[in-house]
């Protein structure tokens, strides 16, 4: 266990719907950051966020939105979901002055 | 442009061999950590080992090690008698300046044979 949980492990969801992903960071992590892995596209950087707010943003489409609350639990909120949107969505964490990540062991979104 | 290059999209070894997995960075930052994640079939990514642009000694972490030239900007990483875990998704991913998103290479798959 890394210490970052992500939930739901699978979600399988039609077109046109909306879904939200969990993410808790490690213990003591301050930044919080949305990774999608698709076949095609590789691991491209979404989103971070820092301590609640939004640090830096990836290639992150306009139908995709994320927040970080106060408790420093994450969520990605997927919209308007097409079949392209498939893929492995990754949560990571890292502490102040650290340079590594953690990963959670992501969220596998298929869309049918 | 490709700030991460890994030119071997995929890689054959024999078990307890060693093997070199090929990694190009480009960047014109002074401070930047250079990283080796290993993807298995089961999709989590694990940390195998992490190089910092000051750091003079290269890196090791058991059986990896991080082959870093600075001057060619290449950090290869190379896993020593090779197991057939070790079969999986290597990624080289590279973190400018401090408190950056980390940008991730394309990857190379393993195949450790018996």
């Known amino acids: 266990d890394s210490g970052v949980t992500q939930t739901p492990k699978h979600l399988i969801t039609a077109t046109g719907q909306r879904v939200t992903l969990r993410c808790s960071p490690r213990s003591g992590d301050l930044s919080v950051y949305w990774y999608q892995q698709s076949l095609d596209q590789g691991l491209q950087f979404l989103i971070q966020?820092?301590?609640?707010?939004?640090?830096a943003k990836g290639n992150i489409l306009e139908r995709f939105s994320a927040q970080q609350f106060p408790d420093l639990h994450s969520e990605l909120n997927l919209s308007s979901l097409e079949l392209g949107d498939s893929a492995l969505y990754f949560c990571?964490?890292?502490?102040?002055?650290?340079?590594?990540?953690?990963f959670g062991s992501g969220t596998r979104l298929t869309v049918v | 442009a490709q700030k991460i290059t890994q030119t071997q999209p995929g890689m054959f070894v024999q078990e307890k061999e060693a093997v070199t997995l090929d990694c190009t960075y480009d960047t014109s930052d002074q401070s930047y950590g250079l990283f080796w994640y290993k993807q298995p079939s089961s999709g989590e990514m694990i940390f195998l080992i992490y190089q910092g642009s000051y750091d003079e000694q290269n890196a090791t972490e058991g059986r990896y090690s991080l082959n870093f030239q600075k001057a060619r900007k290449s950090a290869n990483l190379v896993i020593s008698a090779s197991q057939l875990g070790d079969s999986a998704m290597y990624f080289c991913?590279?973190?400018?300046?401090?408190?950056?998103?980390?940008?991730f290479g394309p990857g190379t798959r393993l195949s450790v044979l018996p």
């Open positions: 991913a590279m973190r400018e300046n401090y408190g950056q998103n980390f940008v």
């Open positions: 966020y820092y301590n609640g707010e939004e640090r």
């Open positions: 990571a964490s890292s502490r102040q002055g650290g340079y590594g990540y953690t």
